[in-house]
């Protein structure tokens, strides 16, 4: 009685305030836009095309991406089925692991610890758009949403710096606060999404050793990245690993729900299916922006030992 009054109330709560936000446009189209037009704004247009050369950063974000983390997962979940959980759970965990990274999420992490921002761009986007593609959502809409979102208010943030350049320059407006107030808007309404549906039938005990396993494959897969990147014949910079450890590790949203939606399209457990990917993508902000600090002061002072290597 108690429990169930409890989350009709916390679901209630959460159409109450997302109503009047409309998610699927507020989310899906103005704040990703307006994270990739601030990103146009504060990027110099030479650490774009350079971003874009760096062929060995991308083909590592994406085999990570789209080769080693489903087929890590594939594997850890052979050992799970023989355990108690709900298998819709674990056929969503399957899912998670074949999702592209998100357009937003793995950009301003990069962006607020100060990484190569321009790399996390590319391959958000390009990571979205090569499995969106290659599967049956239909192409058209992925292309003209990822180009809408992320290709045209880039390159309106590039045409209006080159107005304001030296205002820009001069002024150095807060890029990094801007991204992180879009960033608390994706969580809060990605949050209300999660709980705002009443049909999720879930026992407590698969919830709580999901989310713990949802940790724990972040946790492990960025020190994996982390390490892959950092080794001494690597040739990848503080900033390059930075973007590595977001982009490799996150998975879209925006993606996977349509996705999941054509994929097990009739299945009435589509809601438990969709349970994982609801978790991952909080838990994915959540632990980067603890992290933040950490990799931000591990960046410095690589950067510091670098300068000083050069100096000598």
């Given at each position: 009685g108690g429990r169930?009054?409890?989350?009709?109330?916390?679901?209630?709560?959460?159409?109450?305030?997302?109503?009047?936000?409309?998610?699927e446009i507020t989310i899906t189209y103005i704040a990703v836009s307006a994270i990739f037009f601030n990103s146009g704004l504060s990027l110099k247009t030479e650490e774009l095309t350079s971003a874009l050369m760096h062929v060995k950063l991308h083909l590592f974000v994406q085999i990570f991406t789209l080769v080693f983390f489903p087929t890590a997962i594939w594997l850890f979940l052979q050992l799970l089925s023989i355990t108690p959980i709900n298998e819709w759970l674990l056929k969503g965990l399957q899912t998670v692991g074949c999702m592209p990274p998100p357009v937003s999420s793995a950009v301003i992490l990069t962006k607020a610890v100060g990484g190569n921002e321009a790399a996390a761009i590319f391959n958000s986007a390009f990571g979205s758009f090569l499995l969106g593609s290659s599967s049956s959502v239909p192409f058209t809409s992925?292309?003209?949403?990822?180009?809408?979102?992320?290709?045209?208010?880039?390159?309106?943030?590039?045409?209006?710096?080159?107005?304001?350049?030296?205002?820009?320059?001069?002024?150095?407006?807060?890029?990094?606060?801007?991204?992180?107030?879009?960033?608390?808007?994706?969580?809060?309404?990605?949050?209300?999404?999660?709980?705002?549906?009443?049909?999720?039938?879930?026992?407590?005990?698969?919830?709580?050793?999901?989310?713990?396993?949802?940790?724990?494959v972040q946790m492990s897969f960025m020190?994996?990245?982390?390490?892959?990147?950092?080794?001494?014949?690597?040739?990848?910079?503080?900033?390059?690993?930075?973007?590595?450890?977001?982009?490799?590790?996150?998975?879209?949203?925006?993606?996977?729900?349509?996705?999941?939606?054509?994929?097990?399209?009739?299945?009435?457990?589509?809601?438990?299916?969709?349970?994982p990917l609801l978790i991952y993508h909080p838990a994915q902000i959540l632990l980067g922006s603890l992290l933040v600090p950490t990799i931000k002061s591990w960046m410095v002072s690589r950067q510091k030992v670098r300068i000083a290597g050069f100096d000598l």
């Open positions: 169930s009054e409890r989350w009709v109330s916390l679901c209630s709560l959460c159409l109450y305030f997302l109503g009047p936000l409309k998610p992925i292309f003209s949403q990822l180009f809408m979102t992320v290709v045209v208010p880039l390159i309106i943030g590039q045409i209006v710096r080159r107005y304001i350049k030296d205002w820009l320059e001069r002024k150095k407006p807060p890029f990094g606060a801007i991204s992180s107030c879009v960033l608390l808007m994706i969580i809060y309404t990605t949050f209300c999404d999660t709980f705002a549906n009443p049909n999720i039938d879930l026992d407590k005990f698969s919830l709580i050793i999901i989310v713990f396993i949802i940790f724990s020190f994996l990245t982390f390490l892959f990147s950092t080794r001494n014949n690597s040739s990848f910079t503080p900033a390059d690993t930075v973007a590595i450890i977001f982009c490799s590790t996150h998975k879209s949203l925006t993606l996977g729900i349509p996705m999941l939606k054509i994929v097990f399209a009739g299945y009435e457990h589509l809601s438990l299916i969709s349970v």
